[in-house]
């Protein structure tokens, strides 16, 4: 936990923050601080500052809080993906909100098991648990990414992907040209779709590429979807900043 995050109706009149739960203990046991210590401090989905040690006991941790900066732009890449295992999605969410992105689609695809939709990890209080954790590992941001889940894949295709705005590009195992060759030289965002381990199937690549994807290999390794996703967000990292002007 590098940065303690909070919700706004937390803060008390005079900006004074009192925390009694784990972050408190995380503030007294890991970060060992004492009065008049500080440290990073964020309201969620808003600016961030320092939070300053008041009074610190075993029940409460009490911190005067000063909120003076905005945090940085999002990563201009917006996910789709095909659910992964609920180990892998919970590695995913967490990961995606720690580099910045702001908006995560979920669907099924055909090698989707059914009973991935129905685990706990996609209730909205376990999918707000990862994201905070990626957030307070980033210490700069406070932005939940917004997730969005579609279980019907012919429905996402037909009615929410076109109204989705961005380069589309599709990874895809295959015979086919790398990231660096199809990745745009403009700045507009990305719409990345990233599918089950075992690859989408033929129908869903054909509906990706009517709707104006540019498939693209990562070449001869099948890597587990969340290895993929961080290497692939990586790579686009790279890749704007070298492209960049």
């Known amino acids: 936990m590098n940065l303690v995050l909070f919700e706004e109706h937390e803060l008390q009149t005079g900006g004074l923050l009192v925390l009694s739960d784990v972050r408190a203990e995380h503030i007294r046991k890991v970060l060992g601080l004492l009065v008049d210590d500080s440290l990073r401090i964020g309201m969620i989905n808003g600016t961030l500052g320092r939070g300053t040690v008041l009074s610190i006991d075993a029940e409460a941790v009490t911190l005067a809080v000063q909120l003076d900066r905005e945090p940085p732009p999002l990563v201009p890449v917006e996910l789709i993906l095909a659910l992964p ?61 917004e997730v969005c889940i579609h279980p019907l894949f012919k429905v996402f295709v037909q009615d929410a992907l076109p109204e989705l705005e961005g380069c589309r590009l599709l990874a895809h195992p295959g015979v086919l040209p790398t990231l660096p060759e199809v990745f745009p030289r403009s700045k507009e965002r990305i719409l990345l779709a990233v599918g089950p381990e075992g690859g989408w199937n033929d129908y869903e690549v054909s509906c990706f590429l009517e709707q104006g994807f540019a498939a693209f290999a990562m070449g001869s390794r099948i890597l587990h979807v969340d290895t993929a996703v961080a290497v692939l967000l990586g790579q686009l990292a790279l890749l704007r900043t070298l492209t960049a002007g």
């Open 85 to 145: 295992r609920p180990i892998m999605l919970q590695r995913i969410l967490k990961q995606a909100a720690t580099i910045g992105v702001g908006r995560i689609h979920l669907l099924r695809s055909a090698k989707v098991e059914k009973s991935f939709f129905h685990s706990p990890a996609l209730l909205p209080e376990k999918i707000r648990e990862r994201l905070l954790e990626g957030l307070a590992q980033a210490t700069v941001d406070t932005r939940l990414p």
